[in-house]
């Protein structure tokens, strides 16, 4: 505690954002339990922070001198680091600050990066504290890689972004819906998804996308992993490796045992920012330069989907969307694709009971449901007709109307071990 680090000697530590009110109310005793005691062990100095309500976070990174905190790293549901990302865009000074290395350790109900993350280390699937302590050691491992983000328009509702999901349908009534059961923890959904279907209904609306056709890998210079690798050098931490102490002689590569992220040498290539010619309004974050204004007819080289009649329509950029809901088996952090996935109506309920079963082990796809298309696209827009209904983004409810979406490839960084 209180070491000082770094070229500049600046304090160099994390940022923890605790919300003691997110999942069953224990976020702060997980800490207690599991996560200080990690982290001093470790050697990851670390500044706790309990949000006192809706949008304390979002205004403290809007606000904070980042240069002061190596990762910003949050504990709680999927909701607070939507917080912190929309923070983080609103500055002016965005493009370094969504530079800034994010971490999550599940502490909500909804902790779909969280498995997220644990999924893409290559570790076999597990859930509640177990997620935790997994999530807290590729924390105390440090090492950063880049994250897609999708930005999203209301009709409107200023421009926001997104890291997980896009829902439209019946996704999007049980993750608002499933609020009321949130003392089960992450089963909710499980919960939220049986009452729905005995509810089962049709969604109308247009629903249209730019398929990812090709390969952008080496587009806008975002696979810049070598950068990344000069300071966050991957390496085969053991749990006995995690009580390294900073030495002279073998200096550890750990993200909070170097200096800074706004140490020079950890730049990475700035993205172009060109001025907007689309939908994009004058406002921080980057340009969107696949979509045309909300109001203006589809650009030609779009796809409309002939369905007019949808269960749901489910957008996703990480493969989970829940801790036990593996929905985009194939999705990596920044693969620079959107996973759409929509099942058209006419779907029995005991199909579509199924279809959510075996996205506990992600082989819906090979159920050979023959109203479930899935597809990767780059950007998507949806014109509901029916006047109510809820569209959440990362789980959270949106403004309901037309809404489009492209991604960002990389936009962010997210310590991911
Ligand atoms: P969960 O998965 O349990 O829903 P989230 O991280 O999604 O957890 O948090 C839910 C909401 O709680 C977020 O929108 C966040 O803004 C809000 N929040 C943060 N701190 C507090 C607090 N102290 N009291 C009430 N709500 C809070
Ligand atoms: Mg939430």
Redesign the pocket.
């Known amino acids: 505690d209180g070491v000082l680090m770094g070229e500049l000697s600046r304090p160099c530590r994390m940022m923890l954002l605790v919300?003691?009110?997110?999942?069953k109310g224990q976020a702060l005793t997980l800490y207690n339990n599991h996560i200080q005691r990690m982290l001093n062990e470790a050697g990851v100095p670390h500044t706790l922070v309990i949000?006192?309500?809706?949008?304390?976070?979002r205004e403290l990174v809007k606000e904070a001198d980042l240069s002061q905190w190596s990762a910003l790293v949050i504990m709680?549901?999927?909701?607070?680091l939507h917080?912190v990302i929309n923070g983080l865009l609103e500055r002016p000074d965005w493009e370094d600050a969504i530079q800034t290395p994010l971490g999550i350790l599940p502490g909500?109900?909804?902790?779909a990066l969280a498995a997220s993350i644990h999924h893409y280390s290559g570790a076999s699937p597990v859930s509640s504290e177990e997620l935790l302590v997994s999530c807290g050691f590729l924390l105390c491992k440090g090492l950063v890689s880049h994250m897609d983000l999708v930005s999203v328009h209301l009709s409107s509702s200023p421009r926001l972004f997104s890291f997980l999901s896009l829902a439209w349908g019946f996704v999007a009534d049980v993750d608002v819906e499933s609020e009321k059961y949130?003392h089960v923890g992450a089963a909710r959904f499980t919960v939220g998804t049986l009452v729905r279907l005995a509810s089962l209904r049709v969604y109308k609306g247009k629903l249209a996308y730019l398929p990812a056709t090709k390969d952008y890998s080496n587009e806008r210079g975002l696979r810049n992993n070598k950068t990344l690798h000069c300071n966050y050098q991957a390496s085969s931490l053991s749990p006995a490796s995690l009580l390294c102490r900073q030495s002279r002689d073998s200096p550890c590569k750990n993200t909070f045992h170097n200096s800074c992220h706004s140490n020079n040498s950890l730049k990475v290539r700035r993205r172009e920012s060109t001025p907007s010619k689309s939908a994009t309004k004058a406002v921080p974050g980057p340009s969107d330069s696949l979509l045309l204004p909300l109001e203006q007819p589809l650009p030609s080289d779009w796809v409309v989907v002939q369905e007019e009649d949808f269960v749901l329509m489910l957008a996703m950029y990480q493969s989970h969307l829940a801790e036990d809901l593996l929905a985009a088996p194939d999705a990596t952090l920044d693969d620079g694709v959107i996973h759409l996935f929509y099942v058209r109506a006419g779907i029995s309920r005991t199909a579509l009971l199924r279809l959510f079963l075996a996205m506990e082990k992600g082989t819906h796809l090979a159920t050979n449901c023959q109203h479930l298309v899935h597809t990767k696209v780059r950007a998507l827009r949806l014109e509901p007709y029916s006047p109510k209904g809820i569209i959440t983004v990362d789980?959270?409810v949106v403004e309901y109307g037309p809404v489009q979406a492209e991604v960002h490839r990389g936009l962010t960084r997210l310590i991911t071990g």
């Not at 949000?51 to 976070?57: D, F, G, L, S």
């Not at 709680?76 to 607070?80: A, C, E, I, K």
């Open positions: 919300n003691p009110q997110s999942g949000t006192e309500r809706q949008n304390h976070a709680s549901g999927d909701g607070l917080e909500g109900s909804g902790n949130r789980g959270e």
